[in-house]
């Protein structure tokens, strides 16, 4: 059996945008997966996910078992679950060439799904690290986060950036533009994170901005502008600016309403956060619910998001510099 880990990651700036080639700047935080993986005697795939905020499930297929999950959140979210482990294996059958083997993976995870903390591609990471281990080939970061990245864009048709895959598996706050991705120093950032219990469909909002992109000019003026953000906030944090990057933060929350991917918890949630006197917030990931960003070094932010209505779960966030760790 082996264990990996991988963490979750917020954007400070540049999601959707990153899609179509502007830089983004996503930090890894201490929120983390962890897969198990032990080979079979067969060629079957068996998943259990203790937790991935859902009630906990088990699916078996590549036999004669396909049990669908009795959960309480939307179908589409566990297949998608499901599409990231299977797409992952295959990648760890591709890299070590043994095509007819079959693992039991476990899954245990404290990020909540499809809420914008990267929980689809720290499942990934962990998963093909471990899995590959388990068929005695240790990867090196690079190649995990090529093998991830390959795994997410199958999965999100073709429309998946390297940036949340590269984050995870390498840690810290990295910055991604097309294929370079690499590590950046950052000062000590004082995240706090707003989750409002929802989760928003990557793809159908990654589909809404290109839809935008393409019928209005300005939508496309709009991502690049996103763009120009970034470049500004990678030199606020290059300078240890906390008060520039709140500032730049709120501006990319503006342009993304624009392209359409808020909500209206994650407007209130924001709003909350500037009332609470934070440097800055923004959604973070791709929208349409799940989790702001703030950066706030005292209570304030952490105690009014824990009072805004829709707001189900306000905490202070690490930044993680540790991308996979192997634990067994
Ligand atoms: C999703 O976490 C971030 C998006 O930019 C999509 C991607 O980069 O793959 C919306």
Redesign the pocket.
């Known amino acids: 059996m082996a264990v990996s880990s991988a963490p979750g990651k917020v954007?400070l700036f540049g999601?959707?945008a990153?899609?179509y080639g502007e830089p983004?700047v996503p930090c890894a935080i201490e929120l983390r997966a962890r897969v198990g993986v032990e080979q079979r005697s067969d060629a079957k795939l068996r998943v259990h996910a203790e937790d991935l905020s859902l009630d906990g499930f088990t699916v078996e297929y590549g036999g004669t078992t396909d049990e669908r999950p009795d959960v309480d959140v939307s179908e589409s979210l566990v297949s998608a679950a499901m599409g990231y482990v299977d797409g992952a294996i295959e990648q760890v059958r591709d890299v070590t060439g043994e095509h007819e083997v079959g693992f039991d993976v476990t899954i245990e995870s404290d990020i909540p799904l499809g809420a914008?903390l990267?929980s689809s591609a720290a499942v990934v990471v962990a998963a093909i690290d471990a899995a590959a281990r388990e068929l005695g080939t240790t990867l090196e970061t690079d190649e995990l986060a090529e093998r991830a990245y390959r795994t997410?864009h199958e999965v999100?048709d073709g429309?998946?950036?390297r940036?949340?895959t590269f984050c995870s598996a390498t840690g810290g706050a990295v910055r991604v533009e097309g294929d370079d991705c690499r590590s950046i120093e950052a000062p000590e950032l004082p995240i706090v994170v707003g989750f409002d219990g929802g989760a928003g469909d990557?793809g159908q909002?990654?589909a809404g901005v290109r839809n935008l992109r393409e019928e209005y000019g300005f939508a496309a003026d709009t991502v690049a502008s996103i763009g120009d953000v970034v470049r500004r906030g990678e030199q606020a944090l290059a300078d240890g600016d906390l008060e520039e990057l709140g500032r730049l933060m709120d501006f990319n929350h503006g342009l993304l309403s624009a392209l359409g991917v808020s909500s209206r918890t994650l407007d209130s949630m924001v709003w909350a956060a500037r009332d609470a006197d934070a440097y800055g917030a923004k959604l973070t990931?791709?929208?349409g619910g799940g989790c702001v960003v703030a950066l706030d070094p005292t209570d304030e932010t952490e105690t009014a998001l824990s009072f805004t209505p829709g707001c189900e779960q306000a905490f202070r966030a690490e930044l993680a510099d540790e991308g996979v760790t192997r634990l067994e």
């Open positions: 954007y999601e959707h990153v899609v983004a914008g990267g997410e999100q429309q998946a950036s940036a949340d990557t909002l990654v990931g791709a929208g």
